[in-house]
DNA sequence: AAGCGTCTCAACCGCAGCGTC
DNA sequence: AGACGCTGCGGTTGAGACGCT
């Protein structure tokens, strides 16, 4: 038996509120203060749900709210802490005074997610030919209006755009395609932990990857988890161990306690993300999505300490060069774009000395990071 | 001017955590 | 211990705006 409707939806009004309502709930919870909301909408007469009264506060009432457009230093920050971590709106949102998680979340489907999404290959069907992907090449003719994007970009072309304070993606040169959206809705929808108390989850989403020492180091193999059919799909599989069965060992992360797949476009989505110390802090759940992960895992190989190429899995159709990060995808001539985008993806995962030239370690990450977050809002 | 597809964002929905009894 | 209620969170939806054809 499910648990009975928060409220009696029979005779409250639903939908957009009105100057009215927003009127009686504001002076009500100036009277009264904020919570019990259960009861708020009887007590103030509102005919209204408690939930509905409470998101009004939240995201539109409350007078703590900060109007106006995301600024670039916040999308910044925005970028930052969803590396870290990942959907977790109201945590990002309490970083950011006066914005909402409501709007951070909204903010992140409609601009940012697009953005990062670039980085990532172009569709899970394509067996990543072409990891780095940025662009497509020749996207498909759509019928009636082009993506906003491209309109806006065209608009900042031929004019001021009407209201100049909007801050928007237009002028980030990527095509916007149908597949988009829905495969960033089912990545983000991994971030959804299944079980578990919240600290264990906080534990295991939030496990740290040392990027330098990921991919390549090869070891004695140590005790691995058999690498089964199953895990095959997942290209990188991390164990407490980090042993592998063919010999590679990824590096054990301390403090996680439970079998992590970390897939190829984890990595690719968190590249930007390294942190200070040159660690990449990223949110991982295992995963049960064996049609994504196979299609990640079906061209992979990785090159070791010895230069000898790993296959990740039998049919490869990608060489992912950690040592040169070069992407060398099959009878394709890259546009300036992947070029652009690869060179930065390659720039950000040149880790491994302790030193780079005159600079420190923690400086060229400070500076990759940094980068890699203003090309993003470029 | 109408038709259409896309985008944005306020609002809704369902679930999970937590406190209370 | 477990049933119940409240609250908060994250994913999803849909109305309206927008602008291209």
């Given at each position: 038996?499910?648990?009975?409707?928060?409220?009696?939806?029979?005779?409250l009004?639903?939908?957009?509120?009105?100057?009215?309502?927003?009127?009686?709930?504001?002076?009500?919870?100036?009277?009264?203060?904020?919570?019990?909301?259960?009861?708020?909408p009887?007590?103030?007469?509102?005919?209204?749900?408690?939930?509905?009264?409470?998101?009004?506060?939240?995201?539109?009432?409350?007078t703590?709210?900060?109007?106006g457009?995301?600024?670039?230093?916040?999308?910044?920050?925005?970028?930052?802490?969803?590396?870290?971590?990942?959907?977790?709106?109201?945590?990002?949102a309490?970083?950011?005074?006066?914005?909402?998680?409501?709007?951070?979340?909204?903010?992140?489907?409609?601009?940012?997610?697009?953005?990062?999404?670039?980085?990532?290959?172009?569709?899970?069907?394509?067996?990543?030919?072409?990891a780095?992907?940025?662009?497509?090449?020749?996207?498909?003719?759509?019928?009636?209006?082009?993506s906003?994007?491209?309109?806006?970009?065209?608009?900042?072309?031929?004019?001021?755009?009407?209201?100049?304070?909007?801050?928007?993606?237009?002028?980030?040169?990527?095509?916007?395609?149908?597949?988009?959206?829905?495969?960033?809705?089912?990545r983000?929808?991994?971030?959804?932990?299944?079980?578990?108390?919240?600290?264990?989850?906080?534990?295991?989403?939030?496990?740290?990857?040392?990027?330098?020492?990921?991919?390549?180091?090869?070891?004695?193999?140590?005790?691995?988890?058999?690498?089964?059919?199953?895990?095959?799909?997942?290209?990188?599989?991390?164990?407490?161990?980090?042993g592998?069965?063919?010999?590679?060992?990824?590096?054990?992360?301390?403090?996680?306690?439970e079998?992590?797949?970390?897939?190829?476009?984890?990595?690719?989505?968190?590249?930007?993300?390294?942190?200070?110390?040159?660690?990449?802090?990223?949110?991982?759940?295992?995963?049960?999505?064996?049609?994504?992960?196979?299609?990640?895992?079906?061209?992979?190989?990785?090159?070791?300490?010895?230069?000898?190429?790993?296959?990740?899995?039998?049919?490869?159709?990608?060489?992912?060069?950690?040592?040169?990060?070069?992407?060398?995808?099959?009878?394709?001539?890259?546009?300036?774009?992947?070029?652009?985008?690869?060179?930065?993806?390659?720039?950000?995962?040149?880790?491994?000395?302790?030193?780079?030239?005159s600079?420190?370690?923690?400086?060229?990450?400070?500076?990759?990071?940094?980068?890699?977050?203003?090309w993003l809002?470029?």
């Amino acid at each position: 038996m499910g648990r009975a409707p928060c409220c009696e939806k029979v005779g409250l009004k639903r939908g957009r509120w009105t100057a009215e309502e927003d009127a009686i709930l504001l002076n009500y919870i100036k009277a009264n203060g904020e919570g019990h909301w259960r009861s708020l909408p009887k007590n103030a007469g509102l005919l209204r749900c408690g939930k509905s009264c409470r998101l009004r506060w939240v995201n539109y009432l409350r007078t703590d709210l900060r109007r106006g457009n995301i600024s670039t230093e916040e999308e910044n920050v925005i970028i930052k802490l969803h590396a870290s971590l990942g959907n977790r709106w109201s945590l990002i949102a309490s970083h950011l005074p006066g914005r909402t998680d409501n709007e951070i979340k909204n903010y992140w489907n409609s601009h940012l997610s697009r953005k990062i999404d670039t980085f990532r290959r172009p569709s899970i069907d394509e067996a990543l030919p072409m990891a780095m992907n940025l662009v497509k090449v020749s996207p498909p003719k759509r019928k009636g209006r082009t993506s906003r994007w491209a309109m806006k970009k065209n608009k900042n072309l031929l004019g001021p755009k009407k209201n100049p304070n909007k801050e928007t993606s237009a002028n980030f040169d990527m095509v916007s395609s149908p597949a988009t959206q829905p495969v960033e809705r089912e990545r983000l929808s991994t971030t959804k932990a299944s079980s578990g108390d919240r600290e264990t989850k906080e534990r295991e989403s939030l496990a740290i990857v040392n990027v330098a020492s990921v991919p390549y180091s090869v070891g004695e193999g140590g005790t691995t988890s058999p690498l089964s059919s199953n895990n095959l799909s997942n290209p990188l599989m991390l164990s407490p161990s980090g042993g592998r069965e063919d010999g590679t060992i990824l590096e054990p992360l301390e403090g996680i306690d439970e079998e992590l797949s970390l897939s190829f476009n984890d990595i690719v989505d968190y590249a930007p993300l390294l942190d200070s110390s040159g660690i990449m802090d990223v949110s991982i759940e295992t995963s049960g999505d064996h049609e994504e992960a196979a299609a990640v895992g079906s061209g992979l190989e990785r090159k070791s300490e010895g230069g000898e190429w790993f296959s990740c899995v039998e049919d490869d159709c990608v060489n992912w060069d950690w040592e040169n990060h070069v992407v060398q995808g099959h009878g394709h001539d890259q546009t300036a774009e992947e070029r652009d985008g690869q060179q930065m993806l390659a720039w950000l995962w040149e880790t491994d000395g302790g030193e780079w030239g005159s600079q420190s370690f923690e400086e060229v990450d400070r500076e990759k990071q940094n980068a890699m977050v203003a090309w993003l809002l470029s």
